[in-house]
């Protein structure tokens, strides 16, 4: 007699079942979620113009519209300004889905309430543990 394959697709959840995964299984999905949001950042450097004299090639804070008028005060790229590593700004794209936001944000209310019920363990004690289970000669016999 065959076993009845079971596809996936056709099952789902009401809501209020509790779904298991390992500590492993979690990382990966919270890796996952991360590496996506944050492949819908793009970085840019906007422009940053200065007004020059047109005369004296002097910078001018402030011109007067009758001076911009006039064509005696012209805008230049700032060039130290403009490629200045604390220019750098950030935003997301469109690419990035409230869906996405509310995945990541699930994922981190998962995380501290494994940090508050003791199920996540601190640093210093997953390095103490990993260390108590790594043998002397650095696992090699």
């Known amino acids: 007699m065959q076993e009845e394959v079971k596809n996936p697709l056709e099952y789902g959840y009401l809501g209020d079942e509790r779904v298991e995964m390992t500590a492993k299984e979690f990382m990966q999905l919270k890796n996952a979620v991360e590496q996506g949001i944050n492949a819908t950042l793009e970085s840019f450097l906007p422009e ?3 007004y020059v004299n047109r005369e004296t090639s002097e910078i001018v804070l402030d ?6 008028a006039a064509g005696r005060v012209v805008t ?15 935003h997301y794209n469109t690419k ?3 869906d996405m936001i509310k995945g990541q944000q ?12 003791g199920v996540a363990k601190s640093i210093a004690e997953l ?15």
């Open 127 to 141: 390095e103490a543990l990993s260390a108590a289970n790594t043998p002397a000669n650095g696992g090699q016999e």
């Open 96 to 98: 990035l889905s409230p």
């Open 48 to 50: 940053v113009l200065r």
């Open 106 to 117: 699930l994922i981190m209310e998962i995380h501290e309430r494994n940090v508050e019920t």
């Open 76 to 90: 230049v790229t700032d060039r130290e300004a403009t490629f200045n590593p604390a220019n750098v700004k950030y």
């Open 63 to 68: 011109p007067s519209q009758e001076d911009i």
